[in-house]
């Protein structure tokens, strides 16, 4: 699964643009002392296309103040 979602260009597209959304967004929590930032990802095709996802993004977010924690409600 993970090789077929790695091909997929609307995946991938998906995963770059919520990557660089929240690489834009974060300083800016981190400057205002925020405690936490929480990102969730939902998938409605059973599938688990949002594990990957979220799997991806947790490796994307470019911040050495920020260590982001995985959590999968359903997997």
Same mark, same amino acid.
């Given at each position: #699964?993970?090789?077929?979602? =790695? $091909? !997929?260009?609307?995946?991938? +597209?998906?995963?770059? +643009? &919520?990557? =660089?959304? #929240? @690489? *834009?967004? &974060?300083?800016?929590?981190? =400057? !205002? @002392? $925020? %405690?936490?930032?929480?990102?969730?990802?939902?998938?409605?095709?059973?599938?688990?296309? %949002?594990?990957?996802?979220?799997? *991806?993004? %947790?490796? #994307? &977010? +470019? @911040?050495?103040?920020? *260590?982001?924690?995985? *959590?999968?409600? +359903? #997997?």
């Amino acid at each position: #699964m993970q090789t077929f979602l =790695a $091909r !997929e260009h609307a995946v991938t +597209d998906m995963i770059a +643009d &919520i990557a =660089a959304f #929240m @690489n *834009k967004w &974060i300083p800016l929590f981190i =400057a !205002e @002392n $925020r %405690s936490y930032l929480t990102l969730g990802v939902g998938c409605t095709g059973g599938h688990h296309r %949002s594990v990957y996802i979220v799997e *991806k993004l %947790s490796t #994307m &977010i +470019d @911040n050495d103040t920020l *260590k982001p924690q995985v *959590k999968h409600r +359903d #997997m």
